[in-house]
């Protein structure tokens, strides 16, 4: 079987359009029709007249080198394309004025093919998802860049695997991939970490094996100043939150203890996030540097999804190409949304930057959050977040929009959420606890949740008078 479309893989048909292949070949969107035909990784563009028949269409992927084919069915969108008898024009199924068409060829094609050594597929988890163009380029800079014999590179940083994707050139990276059979204290994990014998990960009340999801679902969530973004619109979120989505990828270099086939069985699904060029760290220079709005962005994403693992480490530092301005970056999200407060971590903390108020555009956005519209939004995603990691995702939304409201800093939110010391239980801990003493078997989520608020508002309420 082989695609008229641009496609990733033959498995996934919705896998269609990707961008740079139009102006690649010198063609344009005004011609009447565009066919795409992948031949052995080989991209064949063809112009179609909306005069031409099936029939002639047919003939002319006879003439491509390569396509040996006896029988023919074009299908679109899952349907068979007919002929019109009457204007011999190309339609479907009575649709016309389409100038742009991905073809689907079901044949006994025999095509001839080098062996190839790699894939790359995103995943797919609901078909009404189209991916946006910025990380349909994501993932075809990175097969272009394996294409070329650029492999992975494995980082020496962190305790899981992860691994720089290289574009054409093999001069630059274009991606991260993370794969979850690598995650620290997973099963295939590189650096050799005991295996968990519970389940939970690294950071406490956080699971083996989800730090993909909740990469994807930091970026998911990270969404611009006007709002959730509008699929498939590329634009970016608040924080910052590189470019972020699921992939299954199979290559040689990644980590197999077990040996190596090009086989499906050895595909592995992980994240993949855009590369963003930086100067260093966090860790790498003085804070003082940092801008204020810069360090307050970070604070929001991570005091919302109750981040336990922010350091110096995982902030990016890049400079802006327009004034040399400080932009600071955040990344590895894989310990966000846990199920309880315990290890609640955050860098920013002891910088000065976090003890100035939010500005009016900060507090404007906070205002607008809405943990069961995000809930939804990660449902509609394929990820239904546990119970008990959207319990502890609605108070934290509810300790931000409820701290800035009453006018408090970064710090003083921030203080709230995290443990003084690993024995001491943080405001936020004792806030549940007392929550917890007054609940009974016939008490519902929203009941639960309305009584944390009433609590946290007492709590809110001396900081406010101090």
């Known amino acids: ?49 909306e005069s ?22 074009l299908f679109y969108d899952g349907r068979e394309l007919a002929r019109d008898y009457l204007h011999h024009e190309l339609i ?36 009404e ?30 305790s899981g695997g992860a691994y720089f994707m290289q574009d054409q050139s093999g001069h630059k990276y274009v991606s991260v991939f993370k794969p979850i059979d ?12 005991p295996l968990s014998l519970d389940g939970e990960g690294l950071k406490k009340g956080t699971q083996v094996g989800e730090g993909a999801f909740r990469e994807v679902a930091a970026y998911l969530l990270d969404y611009p100043i006007t709002g959730p973004r509008s699929s498939p619109l590329d634009q970016p979120g608040f924080a910052g939150v590189p470019p972020t989505t699921m992939v299954k ?6 980590n197999h203890p077990n040996g190596y086939s090009f086989s499906q069985e050895n595909a592995k699904i992980g994240s993949l996030q855009m590369f963003v060029s930086n100067v260093g760290t966090c860790e790498d220079m003085g804070y003082g540097a940092f801008p204020v709005d810069q360090v307050h962005k970070i604070s929001v994403l991570d005091i919302r999804l109750a981040n336990a693992d922010r350091h110096g480490g995982n902030i990016l530092v890049s400079r802006d190409g327009n004034d040399g301005q400080i932009v600071l970056t955040p990344i590895d999200h894989g310990y966000c949304f846990p199920n309880k407060f315990e290890d609640c971590t955050f860098e920013w903390l002891y910088w000065p930057q976090a003890k100035e108020p939010y500005s009016s555009e900060t507090l404007e956005y906070i205002k607008a959050l809405d943990a069961e519209q995000d809930i939804e939004l990660l449902r509609f995603h394929g990820w239904e977040i546990p119970p008990s990691c959207a319990r502890v995702f609605r108070i934290s939304t509810m300790l931000l929009k409820k701290g800035a409201a009453k006018g408090l800093t970064p710090f003083a939110i ?10 001491k239980e943080s405001v936020i801990e004792q806030i549940i606890y007392e929550a917890e003493a007054i609940w009974s078997p016939e008490t519902t989520e929203e009941e639960f949740i309305s009584t944390v608020s009433d609590i946290m508002d007492r709590y809110l309420n001396q900081y406010s008078l101090n």
């Open 92 to 127: 479907l199924d009575g649709e016309n004025g389409e100038n742009v068409i991905h073809l689907l060829i079901k044949n006994s094609s025999k095509v001839i093919a080098k062996p190839k050594n790699f894939s790359v597929e995103p995943v797919a988890v609901n078909r």
């Open 1 to 49: 079987m082989s695609f008229a479309s641009v496609a990733l893989c033959p498995a996934l048909e919705e896998v269609v359009n990707f961008p740079g292949f139009v102006g690649r070949f010198g063609l344009s969107l005004d011609d009447p029709i565009l066919i795409f035909l992948n031949i052995a990784e080989s991209l064949n563009p063809m112009r179609v007249m």
């Open 414 to 423: 921030g203080s709230i959420m995290c443990r003084e010391t690993l024995e």
């Open 182 to 193: 690598e995650e620290p204290m997973a099963v295939n994990n590189p650096h050799g970490q």
């Open 249 to 254: 990828c199979l290559h040689k270099d990644f």
């Open 129 to 158: 998802i189209e991916l946006s163009a910025l990380l349909k380029d994501l993932i075809s800079s990175t097969i272009e860049g394996l294409e070329k014999g650029n492999a992975p590179i494995k980082s020496s940083d962190g």
């Open 52 to 73: 031409d028949s099936l029939a002639s269409v047919k003939l002319r992927f006879q003439s491509i080198k390569g396509f040996f084919v006896k029988k023919q069915k």
